[in-house]
């Protein structure tokens, strides 16, 4: 029943009888599973924080490997704005030719894969592949505008959609540079990195042969 009225499963949605559901659930069997369920349902809710506590009891009674995956999971939902917030800046530095190399590397997986719209194969390349490859382009200017992240549910992807634009050289001449872009990112309690990213030509004059 606290599902049900959770959920709105039959009934109408009521948090405070959920709740007083949960709370019968633990007086009669205060372990592992209870504690999830009251987790699970406290995010329901977007109560993180007793999700959290409560999850941790799970682990405490069942133990990490069966129900340490949601402590993460919780935590990072708990933090969703700084979150997407950590995917944004991580856009803005791959956007950014100025971007110090360090700064890029923190944002790439070991191997990140890359393609572009033309019907090529995308190429999986290192940090140092990918810093040499967009070193070859000499850039006048390039930002990324109007980011937006979605996550997935278990707070474990982020996909973000944006575009570039800019300008750089080539053969002496200035180049408009516009592109959509997309990417995926993996999302960890430790940060965000690179799992995958597309251009896709935007208006411009083209996108650099490198």
């Known amino acids: 029943m606290a599902y049900a009225y959770a959920q709105g499963d039959g009934v109408d949605a009521d948090e405070v009888k959920s709740r007083e559901f949960l709370r019968s659930y633990l007086r009669l069997y205060n372990e592992a599973n209870a504690h ?21 009891h799970a682990v405490d009674r069942g133990g990490a490997t069966v129900f340490g995956e949601r402590m993460g999971m919780y935590w990072r939902l708990g933090n969703k704005e700084e979150y997407r917030q950590t995917v944004v800046a991580a856009v803005e530095v791959l956007a950014n030719p100025d971007a110090l190399e360090e700064e890029t590397a923190a944002v790439l997986s070991d191997q990140s894969v890359m393609c572009l719209s033309s019907m090529v194969p995308c190429s999986v390349m290192t940090a140092a ?36 634009t800019g300008q750089y050289m080539l053969d ?6 516009s592109v959509r872009v997309s990417s995926v990112w993996e999302v960890t309690n430790q940060g965000v990195s690179l799992i995958t990213a597309n251009w896709a030509p935007m208006g411009g004059a083209g996108i650099p042969g490198s």
């Open 129 to 164: 592949e990918y810093m040499a490859t967009t070193s070859g382009t000499e850039w006048l200017s390039m930002s990324a505008n109007d980011v937006d992240i979605i996550f997935n549910d278990m707070m474990t992807l982020a996909v973000a959609t944006h575009h570039n």
């Open 36 to 56: 999830d369920s009251f987790a699970e349902i406290s995010a329901i809710f977007g109560d993180y924080e007793g999700a959290l506590r409560h999850q941790q």
């Open 172 to 177: 002496g001449q200035t180049v408009d540079y």
